[in-house]
């Protein structure tokens, strides 16, 4: 079995091929719900305590690299239009709690 140490130098190895740093731009069409859910996964990933992540390699993740998927979930949102309603729901979330 990997140790997580073993797993992080995997996937930075990984992320040190030639060209990964490269853009792409990928034509994706997908439904505004599955936009709100995309965020809302993202977001979770992103903020779950370190106890809480079920993978090795979430935890190996480099910072600037968990900032761009934020990015892109906050990107994401604001193509598809939904930036207020997504607010909106985290202000309910927020006073049910």
């Known amino acids: 079995m990997m140790t997580t140490n073993d797993v992080a130098r995997v996937f930075d190895t990984i992320l040190s091929i030639p060209g990964m740093n490269e853009t792409v731009k990928i034509d994706l069409k997908i439904s505004r719900k599955n936009v709100l859910l995309l965020n809302h996964v993202i977001e979770r990933g992103l903020t779950a305590p370190d106890d809480e992540k079920s993978s090795i390699l979430v935890s190996a993740i480099p910072k600037e ?30 006073s049910g709690k």
């Open 65 to 94: 690299n968990l900032m761009d998927l934020k990015q892109l979930a906050e990107e994401c949102l604001q193509k598809a239009g939904l930036a207020e309603l997504r607010e909106k729901l985290q202000n309910l979330n927020q």
